[in-house]
């Protein structure tokens, strides 16, 4: 008889980053440790500077570790490979394969990251064998003067912002954006981005680290600090229009703004949540190729239909607190129900397999993030015919960089 699947927690990854801070164990409770190529592990300080926190990935060199149940220990490539479509759904293993199809990070930003962009599916395919990397961005605190880079401000050139990534003058062409709580950002595939400033972000992407850094704040002539820059390799990648200001979702007023329906088991567009008027706990963030986010504030249980998503889901707690409870027998034959807990900073994913279940908040506040995917109809292309002038015939590599 085949063990039943449950939602799984994962062993939070720290990755140093140079702008990096201390808000993930600070304000997110995150114990992080390091192993040595013995197996010592050493707990990291306050004073070392980590900028994410990788909380479910399959990436290789980053592979989740399960940290609750019987599958405890096993990491996520090794729970793909064993239980395929148990796991992710039927049809998202048919279009993604092996490999788990989303990633997600906590980010806290206390200096600047570099000026990036990340490359569409179609161009990550053909020339670095990977998935492209669209992603999203949910802001969890925003310090006053905090900064968020989205797109350009109007349209420039290839050229144009060549030279400016030379001379140090990019910033006056990007599109600036002062966050706040609540405010959540796609960060479309050719959106040239960067965040500086005390900003601790909830992040979900693609599983694929395809960044190209085009600018690093003249860090890349420190030889302390300098890190690679990949201007030429970017460069018929980026969208060089204005940025799409629908792509932006201001916040934290939207349970005021969310609409209230009726709803009856698959008779609404609700997307497998059941709700009545009175809840108003559902709006949408996202919704692309690769995944949709959707925010749940939660104040009162909410029945989730899982044969509506046809994928597996992926919560991530903001505020709060929930438990996700999924109706069971106990050892006498007798309904119980299984509980799964879920804190502020915690992230925890459904197997599509699973039954319906409910969340259940333990805090008249909670809010979660809720995040899924499907297979990818269209893929978006942004190449510019200002481009042709700088590209040359070059050997592309896969590039497993960080921001």
């Known amino acids: 008889m085949e063990k039943k699947l449950y939602p799984l927690k994962f062993i939070p990854v720290p990755s140093k980053r140079p702008w990096g801070g201390s808000a993930l164990s600070k304000d997110l ?3 992080f440790v390091e192993c040595d190529e013995e197996g010592n592990e050493t707990v990291l300080g306050s004073d070392v500077l980590i900028g994410e926190s990788w909380e479910l990935a399959d990436m290789g060199f980053v592979d989740s570790v399960v940290e609750n149940g019987w599958l405890a220990g096993n990491t996520i490539s090794e729970i793909m490979e064993t239980y395929l479509e148990r796991i992710v759904g039927e049809n998202v293993y048919n279009w993604y394969g092996r490999q788990f199809p989303l990633l997600v990070k ?17 161009i990550g395919d053909e ?11 949910y802001v969890m605190e925003a310090k006053p003067g905090s ?16 030279d400016r990534c030379q001379n140090g003058t990019v910033e006056e062409i990007m599109n600036v954006i002062y966050p706040k709580a609540g405010d959540s950002f796609f960060i479309a595939p050719g959106t040239v981005h960067a965040a500086e400033g005390g900003i601790l972000i909830a992040e979900i992407q693609e599983s694929s680290d395809l960044i190209f850094r085009l600018y690093d704040w003249g860090r890349e002539f420190n030889p302390a600090t300098a890190r690679q820059l ?13 940025f799409d200001e629908g792509l932006y979702r201001k916040g934290p007023l939207w349970a005021e703004e969310a609409s209230a329906h009726p709803c009856h088991k698959g ?14 706990v559902v709006e949408t963030l996202v919704e692309c190729p690769q995944f949709n986010v959707s925010k749940l504030n939660l104040s009162d249980p909410l029945h989730i239909y899982t044969e509506k998503f046809e994928s597996f889901i992926i919560y991530i707690c903001i505020e709060g607190a929930a438990s996700i409870q999924v109706p069971s027998l106990n050892a006498k034959g007798e309904e119980c129900m299984e509980s799964y807990e879920l804190s502020k900073g915690e992230t925890i994913l459904v197997p599509a397999e699973m039954p319906d279940f409910y969340l259940v908040p333990r805090d008249r506040s909670t809010v979660l993030l809720e995040a899924v995917t499907r297979p990818a109809e269209e ?9 042709e002038a700088f590209l040359e015939d070059e050997d592309y590599e896969g590039l497993e960089d960080e921001m």
């Open 127 to 137: 020339r670095y064998d990977s998935l492209g990397k669209a992603e999203m961005w």
């Open 267 to 280: 008779e609404c567009e609700c997307g497998g949540h059941g709700h009545d008027e009175e809840s108003k």
């Open 230 to 242: 990949h201007l030429a390799e970017a460069i018929d990648l980026i969208d060089y229009n204005a």
């Open 147 to 162: 900064k968020i880079y989205a797109g350009f401000s109007r349209h420039v050139t290839a050229q144009e912002l060549y």
């Open 379 to 387: 893929l978006d292309e942004y190449i510019d015919p200002d481009t």
């Open 29 to 31: 409770g995150k114990r």
């Open 106 to 122: 906590f980010l806290d930003v206390n200096g600047k990251t570099s000026v990036q962009v990340h490359p569409d599916d179609e």
